[in-house]
């Protein structure tokens, strides 16, 4: 949009801004700097990046019939992503003008910014802009979905005071003012009652976009005048740019409820430094255990009798370094609950990642004897879809409800148990839910039995089909029209030539797409194709992944000479096949794409011939079980 009188505001953009606004790409722009002698002329930059008045782009684009009229919200992160100091800083001075704490570069960008806010309000406007300045970065910044953070804030229940010590954009702490406040749950302590949301970030950025977003949400319901502070009557906002785990303060003042989603796998959060801090109460974390650092700071940080509720990694449960803090933790009664969500609660979405509530004991005596353990996603037959989301979050919120009143659950197989403590403090303590709930979704009556009869029974000819069709043509020797040893390349020359990649889950963080190889480099396991809807699972080890060129290689052809136990041997530190394999001297037959489909079309198949072969004693497996059980409790008769 045009200044004042139409003349320009100043707010310069380069070629690739031009693109976006126009919806095509950078050689159009260019194009039309060559062709059109009116094409506004450059008024900044460098030579090669040079930068042009947005003013005069956006009049020349109109004038052209290649820019619509765009909605405000559109227009105001047009000239936010075109800042001269960056998306980010603009957004800033955006939510300060909103909050009345400053005002924007631009009189043009203050006129569009109050239209917005005057449209859909100024909470939701800012809100709109965060996320489309989240949208823009996503791999940069790992979110809490609004759905998973309702249900944290839920868990933990009202309080004065809220922390989130790893807040990024303040999802958490946006839910628990939602949670106590404007959704119709009461202000804890009653009306007027003073009420402090705390937080921690080591990003400057995001820490101050975090203030000024609960600023605004916490005086959306106030006058206009009120909304505009940065207190409100009954809320504080306090944000701060810190790392949380090495600048906590000892007399940082103890909070009601602390709500958190650390950072994953994080190896660097200060072990050494921190090996004889106070907080380590139930044992120094481990340095590969990064969450149950977070765990402790929690706990530290509450007031005796407050909440924590964490999403944490499901490995947090079962990692043999970790047993000695959660054995602590139970015996001293601080963890009352785990409970294991579905896949997709939050990123990585492949993980059924867990939620850990605590509560800091207020005495020797607070023990609790017993912990809750939940599966959200358990008791469900084989094939039957999952709930909706809100009614799997009504469901943990009922349990851990019931568990907290009286330290009682009603158990249901295979979803939720109210198990001893005692019970749990073996030489793993391992607090996975599954691993101790009593098996559910099955049952053992006739009808049931006999399905899974049918089931098998199909999957046996399934079995008997692919295996007479791989025995085909077995006896002819070669089909690629080759005699002897074929031509060979391996893993490492064809990456060098780019024909795939070689990714390593200790080298960088990698998730699979389809197509890719998973090759296991220790044990036992046999490298496979990721298939489609089967991908976006986190690379771990000890798993190397091959990204193939579809152009030059076939994944499946790719995979299944990499299974050889000539080769596999060849590339291990041991002649043993459960050595370590050094994948890039794995080798590969060179050949042309379509000989290597025709060998990966084979190989295919015994894959799934063998893929069958385990479901039939999966199968054979649930059937024998299910007739002993049933036999046994009278569900089955003799006959």
């Known amino acids: 949009m045009s200044g004042a009188n139409g003349a320009s505001d100043g707010t ?36 090669t990046s040079p930068t042009f008045s ?28 075109s800042d001269p100091e960056g998306h980010g800083p603009a957004l800033v001075r955006a939510g300060e003008h909103l909050a009345g704490l400053g005002e924007p570069a631009q009189p043009a960008d203050r006129s569009e910014l109050e239209q917005l806010a005057r449209e859909v309000g100024t909470e939701t406007a800012f809100a709109q802009l965060l996320a489309d300045y989240l949208d823009a970065n996503p791999r940069q910044y790992t979110l809490t979905p609004p759905g998973t953070a309702a249900l944290m804030a839920r868990l933990a229940g009202p309080g004065d005071s809220v922390l989130d010590p790893a807040c990024g954009s303040g999802e958490l702490l946006a839910a628990a003012l939602t949670a106590e406040g404007t959704a119709g749950s009461p202000s804890p302590g009653g009306a007027g009652t003073p009420r402090t949301l705390h937080g921690q970030d080591t990003d400057p950025l995001l820490a101050r976009l975090a203030a000024l977003r609960l600023t605004l949400r916490a005086g959306a319901a106030r006058p206009a005048g009120d909304a505009a502070r940065a207190r409100t009557p009954d809320t504080a906002v306090d944000i701060r740019a810190e790392d949380a785990l090495r600048t906590e303060e000892p007399a940082a003042p103890p909070v009601a409820t602390v709500l958190c989603h650390p950072p994953f796998n994080e190896r660097n959060w200060g072990h050494d430094e921190l090996a004889y801090d106070p907080r380590w109460a139930y044992g120094l974390p481990p340095r590969t255990e990064s969450e149950l650092a977070w765990v402790q700071h929690a706990l530290y940080r509450l007031r005796p009798g407050g909440t924590a509720v964490l999403l944490l990694p499901p490995a947090v449960a079962a990692r043999r370094t970790g047993r000695r803090v959660r054995a602590a933790l ?6 009352r609950a785990v409970l294991a969500l579905p896949p997709g609660a939050a990123a990585p979405h492949s993980l059924p990642l867990h939620l850990w509530v605590l509560r800091r004991p207020e005495g020797a005596s607070a023990a609790h004897t017993r912990l809750l353990l939940m599966d959200a996603a358990g008791g469900r037959a084989e094939g039957e879809p999952a709930p909706p989301w809100e009614e799997t979050a009504e469901a943990v919120l009922a349990a851990w409800r019931a568990f907290d009143a009286d330290g009682t659950v009603t158990e249901r197989p295979g979803v939720c148990a109210a198990l ?66 074929l031509p060979e390349a391996t893993v490492g020359e064809l990456a060098r030539t780019g024909a795939l990649e070689v990714h390593t889950a200790s080298a960088e963080p990698v998730t699979t797409a389809p197509g890719d190889v998973v090759v296991p480099v220790q044990g036992r396991g046999a490298a496979y194709v990721v298939a489609e809807g089967e991908e976006g699972a986190r690379l771990d080890k000890p798993l190397c992944l091959l990204r193939v060129d579809p152009a030059a290689l076939d994944a499946w052809f790719v995979a299944g000479f990499l ?19 050094d994948v890039r001297r794995l080798r590969l037959p060179r050949l042309p794409l379509e000989r290597q489909r025709a060998y990966g079309e084979r190989f295919r198949r015994l894959a799934e011939f063998e893929a069958a072969l385990r479901r039939v004693g999966e199968l054979g497996g649930e059937f024998v079980q299910g007739m002993f059980d049933g036999l046994a409790d009278g569900t089955v008769p003799p006959s």
């Not at 947005?54 to 992503?81: D, F, I, N, Y």
């Not at 139970?330 to 963890?335: I, Q």
């Not at 299974?563 to 394999?581: D, F, G, K, L």
């Open 12 to 47: 310069e953009v380069t070629a690739a801004a031009i693109a976006r606004l126009a919806g095509v790409g950078r050689a159009a722009v260019s194009n039309w700097r060559r062709r059109h002698p009116d094409f506004p002329r450059p008024v900044g930059g460098t030579e």
């Open 54 to 81: 947005l003013t005069e782009v956006e009049s020349w684009l109109r004038a052209q019939g290649k820019l619509a009229e765009a909605p405000p919200r559109e227009r105001v992160r047009r000239r936010l992503e």
């Open 330 to 335: 139970l015996r001293k009664g601080a963890l």
């Open 420 to 485: 001893p403590v005692i019970d749990l403090l073996d030489d793993e303590v391992d607090l996975t839910p599954a691993r101790h709930l009593l098996p559910g979704g099955a049952r053992t009556d006739a009808a049931a039995l006999t399905a899974v009869r049918a089931e098998l029974e199909r999957t046996l000819r399934r079995t008997l089909d692919l295996a007479a069709g791989d025995a085909a043509g077995t006896a002819d020797g070669r089909r690629d029209g080759t005699d002897g040893e």
């Open 563 to 581: 299974r050889s136990t000539a080769n596999t041997r060849q590339a291990s530190s041991y002649a043993s096949s459960a050595s370590r394999i």
